[in-house]
């Protein structure tokens, strides 16, 4: 009986405190309310289970178009000037996911005055969105003193993105969190099937085919949402499931074994990814379609 | 004069309120503070999941490991919970990795040469002390790539 009253306190205490976040910097269909689950992350609870949905950091997937040979191309950016135009707060949302992954691009190929562009674009975004906090004076100082450091710059940038993630999750923001993420990713589908229209490698192709994972895992986050079907969520998991019906027939090619060499678990070759040219231009074209509305 | 009898419930419900609000931030400075450092010399992957979990929840997360580069997995929970117990399993069901309470790992590194995704599992155990007393405590799942 005692356990249940705790963990009854435990679940009402959740919701009231999350009523006491901050407020969203402007109402549009966008539900920014708290979403009284008392989750901690995009953990949505089921009862004794918390499921928890990841997909590939911009940072990961900028560090995977670098090996794969991508040159950088600062054009592919959006615009920092088109930061003040975003009014919304799911526009808002979409665009500091955008940003954040403009950042990585920016960061991870070593630009080191375009990082600190997007940086105050993504900056000036949490502020309206209130999170400001993720980029407090300390780390704006820290990233200043390091902006010469390379790998230094990415660790700072990654605790950046993991302040503004959890203090989302943490404030019943979750859906919030999820539209960065999906403006985060389709921002990286976007750097890499655009680079593909100038340098096509097989390389490229590979990882562009390999996002039919982190689409699959986005929708499913997406469609935990008690409100997923409206208004800015509902807009964004169309836009996700018309490039899921063009993923549809992606080859994942096939798992290998599971080895151990020198200690180290090995999971070995098995078939690689593929995509073949009708595929890459739709999705190409696609990625285009769904990304100019959100930075336009 | 309001009867104790009656401010007592509001009083829990708003100190719990307080413990519970604390305890999410806490777990994020758990998981930053005492789990990550663990990461080393991986990347973070940048990814909060991490929630407060009793003996006898679990959690689970489905994550993308990209072929050609290395990983570390690492599992990480508050002492108050004790050592927790942890499984990776491949799509086709296989168990890739596994650390149970009494033979505990912090970590698990692998190198992957065919993109796949894995099942990150956790489980709390019970405490087996019969108590009444709920222990919950932050369990955090962490993926560091290089």
Known sequence: ?296 | MIPVRTLLPALLLTAGAMISGDASAQCRSFAKNKCLPGLAPYTFNETFNAAQLAPGEEAEVDLTFFSGQDYRLMVCAHPILGEVNWKVIDQNGQVVFESLADEPKSHFDLQVQTTQQLTVQVWVPGDGSGSDMVHVGCVAILMGFK
């Open chain 1, 1 to 296: 009986m005692r356990t249940s009253r705790w963990l009854l306190l435990s679940f009402l205490s959740a919701g009231i405190m999350a009523c006491g976040g901050p407020e969203p910097p402007q109402k549009d269909t966008l539900s920014t309310e708290d979403s009284g689950d008392g989750s901690v992350q995009q953990v949505r609870q089921k009862k004794t289970k918390a499921i928890f949905y990841s997909i590939p950091s911009p940072m990961e997937t900028a560090t995977l178009l670098k090996k794969a040979g991508a040159e950088y191309e600062t054009g592919l950016l959006n615009d920092v000037e088109k930061v003040n135009t975003y009014t919304s707060a799911s526009k808002q949302a979409l665009n500091l996911g955008i940003y954040g992954a403009d950042l990585s691009y920016a960061s991870v190929y070593d630009h080191t005055q375009e990082s600190m562009f997007y940086t105050s674009c993504a900056r000036n975004l949490a502020d309206k969105l209130g999170v400001l906090s993720a980029f407090n004076d300390t780390i704006m100082d820290r990233l200043e003193r390091n902006k010469g450091e390379r790998d230094s710059l990415l660790t700072i940038i990654s605790g950046i993105y993991w302040n503004v993630d959890a203090y989302l999750k943490e404030n019943g923001r979750d859906n919030i969190a999820a539209l960065m993420m999906a403006g985060g990713w389709i921002e990286g589908l976007y750097l890499a099937t655009q680079v593909t229209a100038t340098n096509d490698t097989p390389e490229l192709r590979q990882r562009i085919a390999e996002q039919k994972h982190a689409l699959d895992d986005l929708l499913a986050l997406m469609n935990t949402y008690e409100d997923a079907g409206e208004g800015q969520l509902a807009s964004t998991m169309a836009d996700l499931n018309a490039l899921a019906e063009l993923y549809k027939d992606v080859d994942l090619g096939e798992s290998g074994t599971v080895t151990q060499e020198n200690g180290v678990t090995v999971l070995a070759g098995g078939k690689a990814a593929t995509l073949n040219d009708e595929q890459l231009t739709a999705i190409r074209e696609r990625a285009a379609t769904i990304r100019n509305n959100y930075v336009n």
